[in-house]
Every structure is written in C-alpha cells, then in structure tokens.
C-alpha cells in the first residue's frame, strides 16, 4: 500500500504523521511524506523582503520534523518538497501521479486565518484526491 502525507509542520499534521508511522509498522505500508511551499510570486512585490526564502525554510523544515519521527523509529520514508500556489492541487497531482492508495493528512494547518483566506487544503483534498482520504483531528 502506498500512502502520501501532506505536511505543514502543524500539530494536526503531525497527528497524521504518526498515523502513517502505525501503517508502515502495522501494515507494512510504503510512506512519502510531503511539504509544498508556498509561491505567489505575484504576490512577493508588497511583502517582505526574503519571504520566498523564508516560506521555502518553513515547508523544508516541516518535511525534515516528520522525516525524523520515521528515522527515530527506523522506519524507511521517502520525502518530497514541493512548491504551489495552492498546495491542495500539488497534493492531489502527486496522489494521482504516484497512484497513492490512500493520502493520510491533518485537518486543519498551521494558521486558522490562513484557512479561512484560502479554504482548506483538507477538503480540497478529500473533495479531489483519486484515492481514500484519512484525515487526522
């Protein structure tokens, strides 16, 4: 079985995370996990200066902190950064791609006003992934 996990770092990913640590384990399940960073870079003129950069830091280091809760257990995972203007899109591009059987996510990210601005990457995903959905509370 392979299963594809989303994540931003958030306590509600990590909740994910540890799921897809039980099905490697249990199951014997083949885990990728995944960060997509945010770009926009019509966007980046009235921000910050090195906001990509930092934004880029945020999802490698979300990736880096699931990797290391597999590598603590010495369960294999492969890993995967990407970067999106909508990282749900990315999310179910790779499902589809990859022919995940299941995608294994938070529900909520890191932000709750980030959620109301641009929807929740949650339901995008379950509402357009070609695979089951489990999603972590």
């Known amino acids: 079985m392979k299963v594809l996990v989303p994540t931003d ?7 994910a995370v540890r799921m ?12 990728t996990l995944m960060s997509v960073a945010f770009h926009a870079t ?3 003129d ?3 200066p090195n906001i990509q950069d930092k934004l880029d830091v945020a999802a490698r280091n979300a990736l880096n902190k699931a990797k290391a ?4 257990e010495g369960i294999p995972v492969e890993s995967v950064l990407e970067a999106g203007y909508v990282p749900a899109n990315n999310i179910v591009e790779k499902a589809r791609e990859g022919k995940y059987d299941k995608v294994v996510m938070g529900s909520t990210g890191t932000s709750a006003l980030k959620e109301v601005l641009i929807g929740s990457t949650a339901a995008k995903v379950s509402a357009h992934a070609p695979c089951t959905v489990i999603i972590a509370r």
């Open 9 to 15: 770092g958030s306590e509600s990913s990590m909740k």
């Open 20 to 31: 897809a640590l039980d099905m490697a384990k249990h199951e014997g399940a083949k885990i």
């Open 42 to 44: 019509r966007d980046f």
């Open 46 to 48: 009235e921000m910050p």
């Open 69 to 72: 809760v597999f590598e603590a």
